[in-house]
Every structure is written in C-alpha cells, then in structure tokens.
C-alpha cells in the first residue's frame, strides 16, 4: 500500500500530466481550427514595420479572427534572431505565416524553417510592383527599350529572371513565392511567382484588377489573392472600416485564394488599423461562415483574350504600354469593350492573352479583342 506522502506524490504527478495534456490539446486544436475555419483560402495582416513588440500586440489582436500573418519588413526577416521570434510566436496563436525579403534566404534557414513551423510557414513574399513600375516607369526599370510589345514581353521576363539571380525559393519543399502588382499580372507570373496578390486600393477598378489577376492564375494554373493597399499618401492612408469589409467580400466572391491588408504608415514605423478595420475583420469572418464557398463559384466564366504580349495599363484608355509606348489605335476600343464586359458579366470575367491560349472549355466562352467569339 502507498503511505499518505507518496499519494500526495501521485496526486501532484497526476495533475501535472492533466495540465501538460491540457495544454498540449489546446496548443493543437487551436492552431488546427485556425485554417479550418477558413477552409480553402488565407485572411489576414502584412504589417511591415519592425517592432517586435507592437507586431506582437496585432498578433494578439487578429489572431481569434485571421489565419495569416506577413512578416512585411526585412527589419525583422534579415535578422535571425527577431524572425525566429515572432514566426514562433505566430506558430504559437495558430496561424499561418508569410515571409516577406528582398535577398535569398540562406538554404539552412529554410530547411530549419520547414523543420519548425511545417506547413504553417506558407512560403516567402519577395519584392513588389515590379510590373507597375516598369508600366510607370519608376526607380529601377528592367526594361528600359523595346523594338515591339513581344520585344518588351521578353525583356521584362529576361531582366526579372536575372534580378532574381533566380529566387526559385519554390525549389524548397514546395513553398510558393508571392508578390503583389497592379498591372501586367500575366507577365508576373511568367518571372517565376507563383502567387501575385493585386492591390485594391486608390481609385482602381477593384473588378477590373481581379480580371485580369484572376485571368493570369487561371491561365498558368496559379494562385492568386487580394492585398488591400492605401487609399491616400497620407493619413489614414488605409480605407474605412465599412469599405473595407465590402473589399474583403468583393476578393471573397471573386474566388481568392489570399486575403491580405496591408498595415504601415509612409515611414513605416507603425501601423495604420484602427477599431473599425479590426471589426470589419471580425465581422468578414462571420460572413465567410455563414456564406461557404460551394463548387459552383468559380464555373461559367467569360473570357476576354486581349492580343499577344499588350502591356497595356488598363487605368484608363489613356495608359501606357509597357511603359515605354502611348496608348495605340486598339487602347480606346479595348477599354471600352471591358466597361461594357464587366457591367455585363461582372464577377464571371477573366482577362487573359492570346499568349500560345488553349481554347479548352476552361472557359465558356471567349471573347476576342477584334470581336471573334469561339465557345468550346
């Protein structure tokens, strides 16, 4: 028989292991509901100012009601030590994680982080409008002339490859590389992303920019997502709460694979969400609920096949091409077909190229820029 002091022995034993399980099955459930609320698409922050801290406290914050989280600054992913912090802790609330970083990783790191976080470390985030600056022709340009639109086409590819020098972080246990853009999608992905978020934000037509993102993905049988950017250069920078949730929606309905909004000021040194877009957050995860996507959402869409490598901006009739050309004879009439496309066929049209286009029945109808129609 056990003497009272080795009872209370057993019972202290007892009631640690209890705890320890306890413990255990709540770490574990709730990082496995955390998707599986979700099911088939990721919600949630890019926040790229440094500060552990205050990263932690929006953690805090959004981690009952997002499952994703972009570590957005290389403050934090170029140093070890503060990026293996906060990916622990994101690990530790359930969520999922995106690294954001404008060198290559070395191959251990990747390895340990694959080690660590599993399938909870989603892949690596690696530069930003790279089209939409060639389009505008700002700070580095990979293409800086062109004898033709093909020309310009092959260029941009060739000069993002080599920048990559190649970022082929895909290579690594599958883990997909993420960019976000505004223009030229198609030819984003042809660089080697394998995830392109388009940016809805100032006054571009947030449908438009789903086409044509959607468009691309679907073509190359990629991904692709939404990343809420600034509505203005200066304060609050971000949209209202209600126009936000209403955006969260839209990207929802379109069919979205990634849902980001995305968090700093100018200087990047804090954040820029207030109550009113955590709740719009809050409330976006009720109506993804209450609203699951089913298997008829994405069928019997309508494609608009625009010509062979035509960069153009699609901000209005009057953008560029490819940065380096004005709007040609095609620009007006294009433009116009697509307003009377997106009124008519709204979240059902896809804008893609006459780029080696296989008229398959992906598609249940295709609508040519010079007015032919084929319909499989």
Not at 173 to 191: C, K, M
Not at 238 to 246: D, H, V
Not at 269 to 295: C, M, V, W
Request: contains cysteine; charged residues 25%; hydrophobic residues 40%.
């Amino acid at each position: 028989m056990l003497d009272l002091k080795n009872l209370r022995y057993l019972a202290v034993f007892l009631v640690a292991i209890v705890l320890i399980s306890v413990s255990v099955s709540y770490a574990f459930f709730s990082r496995a509901n955390s998707n599986d609320v979700f099911g088939d698409f990721f919600i949630g922050v890019d926040v790229a100012y440094d500060s552990l801290e205050a990263n932690k406290e929006l953690i805090d914050e959004v981690s009952s009601y997002t499952n994703l989280f972009v570590i957005g600054t290389t403050g934090i992913s170029h140093n070890d030590t503060k990026l293996e912090e906060i990916c622990d802790y994101i690990f530790d609330k359930g969520m999922s994680f995106i690294v954001y970083t404008e060198k290559r990783l070395q191959i251990e790191w990747v390895e340990y982080a694959i080690d660590r976080w599993g399938e909870y470390f989603l892949g690596f985030y690696f530069w930003d409008e790279n089209a939409g600056l060639q389009l505008d022709l700002s700070m580095i340009l990979p293409v800086m002339q062109a004898d033709n639109y093909t020309d310009a086409a092959n260029k941009f590819l060739e000069a993002m490859k080599n920048s990559f020098g190649f970022m082929s972080f895909s290579d690594f246990d599958n883990r997909p590389l993420f960019t976000s853009d505004y223009a030229l999608y198609y030819f984003v992905y042809q660089a080697g992303y394998d995830v392109v978020l388009t940016q809805f934000g100032w006054n571009y037509s947030r449908q438009l920019n789903v086409a044509l993102c959607r468009g691309a993905a679907t073509m190359l049988n990629r991904e692709w997502g939404v990343i809420v950017a600034w509505t203005y250069d200066q304060p609050p920078y971000i949209e209202s709460g209600t126009e936000l949730y209403e955006d969260l929606v839209l990207a929802y309905e379109n069919g979205a694979d990634y849902i980001v909004v995305f968090d700093t000021n100018k200087n990047y040194t804090h954040g820029i969400l207030k109550e009113e877009h955590f709740t719009a957050l809050k409330d976006f995860k009720q109506y993804s609920i209450d609203n699951p996507r089913d298997s008829n959402y994405n069928r019997d869409r309508v494609a608009f096949v625009l010509p062979k490598d035509y960069g153009f901006g699609f901000r209005g009739p009057d953008d560029k091409i490819w940065g380096l050309w004005q709007a040609d004879e095609l620009s007006f009439d294009i433009s116009k077909q697509l307003g009377s496309l997106l009124e008519l066929h709204d979240k059902k049209l896809d804008i893609i190229y006459d780029n080696e286009l296989d008229l398959d029945s992906t598609y249940s109808k295709y609508i040519f820029w010079n007015n032919t129609i084929y319909i499989p």
